[in-house]
């Protein structure tokens, strides 16, 4: 018979209160977690601080909910079971549905909760509270969710959709150590139609509808098509390819362009 020396990490736990510290008491006078309830754990809730511990369990006749604590709420991240119990891994998420971390046990071990009883049980930090290892605090990760203005909080995959003269772009940044990650350019160029917009009712302005192409045409067919440069412009003027005394002229007055031909008629 083989010698297991070096045990692997759940099962050299096996028997004690981990992930609990080990003064838990696991019971609240009325109910009990036996030791190995829960396997493992990992806490890193967005807004949490220290201290974690199970607060409450929520117990119905289809799911039980169980609720984490920590220093400065009472509900810092819930975690649901759907009855029968089939998963081993209970995710734990905020009020806002961001991820926080989960809970790893087995079903058989988690159907122990489910004889409590229905109804609500409520716990002290001394009874259920976490082991440090269990808990990871994270960095400030930045914008983590979007509160519209309704109220709602939404997280997650997001949209962003620029409008009224904003433009937004993905493109990529480099850090420190020379890795490239993805950042999001907003540029506000500005919105050339926003009186239009401001306008009751909206059809009051008159969108300006400005020239696309010029076409000369000779005896009815076109022989050339001028479109305009990258910002937009047409350049109409007069030169003396074909004449040296064209008497072409163009101007431009408050009214628009003016073509003419400058001179007299001759008489005979």
Not at 9 to 15: I, K, R, V
Not at 123 to 151: H, M, W, Y
Not at 243 to 256: E, F, I, K, P, S
């Amino acid at each position: 018979m083989s010698d297991i020396r070096f045990p692997e990490f759940l099962p050299s736990l096996e028997g004690t209160r981990y992930p609990f510290v080990p003064d838990a008491t696991l019971s609240n006078g009325r109910v009990f977690l036996l030791e190995g309830t829960f396997l493992d754990a990992h806490l890193y809730a967005v807004g949490g601080t220290q201290r974690y511990y199970i607060s409450k369990v929520l117990v119905t006749s289809t799911q039980y909910t169980i609720i984490i604590g920590d220093l400065t709420s009472t509900a810092r991240l819930t975690g649901v079971v759907e009855l029968p119990i089939t998963i081993s891994t209970i995710p734990l998420k905020d009020e806002h549905g961001r991820s926080g971390g989960l809970l790893l046990s087995e079903p058989s071990r988690l159907s122990v909760i489910a004889t409590w009883g229905v109804g609500t049980h409520s716990f002290e930090r001394k009874q259920t509270e976490f082991c440090v290892t269990c808990q990871v605090p994270i960095p400030d990760p930045g914008v983590t969710s979007f509160r519209l203005a309704n109220g709602e909080i939404i997280s997650g995959k997001v949209w962003w959709v620029g409008e009224d003269g904003v433009v937004i772009s993905a493109e990529s940044a480099t850090d420190q150590n020379d890795e490239t990650y993805p950042v999001i350019r907003v540029d506000a160029v500005g919105d050339p139609h926003y009186l239009q917009r401001l306008c009751d009712p909206s059809t009051l302005f008159k969108a300006v509808n400005p020239i696309r192409t010029i076409r000369v045409k000779q005896d009815g067919v076109i022989v050339h098509e001028c479109q305009p440069d990258e910002y937009g412009n047409l350049n109409i003027q007069m030169n003396d390819a074909l004449a040296d005394d064209a008497a072409l002229r163009v101007r431009t007055t408050a009214a628009g362009i003016v073509l003419e031909v400058v001179g007299t008629v001759p008489s005979r």
